[in-house]
């Protein structure tokens, strides 16, 4: 995790860098008449650089957030690894390794674009959501801030059906969203609108029913969708006790702000998926805390 860090900020400040002397080199310091509050050497350093800085290292951030954990860590890594290779063989003179390593950073963006597709996109769908977004909601994505819901939420119905499908050894999969509908999951199951009630989330949940595999959506405590297709987590590093179930949970919670549930139909235990992190073994007290801090827009500690 050091290590990972690490790499993160000598991104800032190699990104950091090189905008000072961009914007160094074309004057772009005075001529736009920026605040100046310092100088490094040849460099002038004003407020927009030191909002510039901020911002990418901001970026960097939420992207490595996206990537942790992945297999796309090691790629970003030794990418990282080959560029900085490339500068120095430069700086060094070598120019039969530099024309060499140069014929590979001309296609740098086109090769990263192509290894980092799957990160883009959730990214992407990170930035956009499912829905249009206004200027402050957008700010508050990257801030990592939760919008806070207005309408509540009735807990007892969710939990009450996991406790009857853990007793049970019942495998079942809840999204529970208090800022999205969540439209383009929807689509992928069976639409339905519903108020939540512990009758209808156990027949669901049926091993008879058509509806019971995939995952039951619950917007504004109503239950929207069922039989809904999940994205499922990248990760390497889970314990090969958790199944789809607990894979789909964390991947719908790494690219979407929900609170996903599993029952888990091996062990029956409860387990909760949120921003990317899942807790097992749950008891029904800590079930209800849960969704309770969700729906009320806590942020998860």
Known sequence: MCCSGAVCACCSLLAGYSLLK?????????????????????????????????????????VYKLIEGSMAVKVFIGFLLLSLTHLIVRSAGMELLSAILGKFMEVGVLAAIILFQQEIRKFLFWIGGTTTLNGSELIGRLLGKKNVNKTGGETTSIVEAAKALAGSNTGALIVLSNEDDLKFYQESGDRIDAVVSKRLLLAIFNHQSPLHDGGVIIYNNRIVAARSILPVTERQDLSPQFGLRHRAAIGMTEVTNTLVLVVSEETGQISVARNGLLVSNLSIQETRAAINDYLQGRRKS
Request: glycine share 12%.
């Open 22 to 62: 961009l914007l160094h080199a074309t004057n772009l310091l005075t001529a736009t008449g920026l605040i100046l509050l310092f100088g490094i050497g040849f460099l002038d350093v004003g407020l927009g650089d030191i909002i510039d800085v901020l911002l990418v290292s901001l970026l960097l951030y939420r």
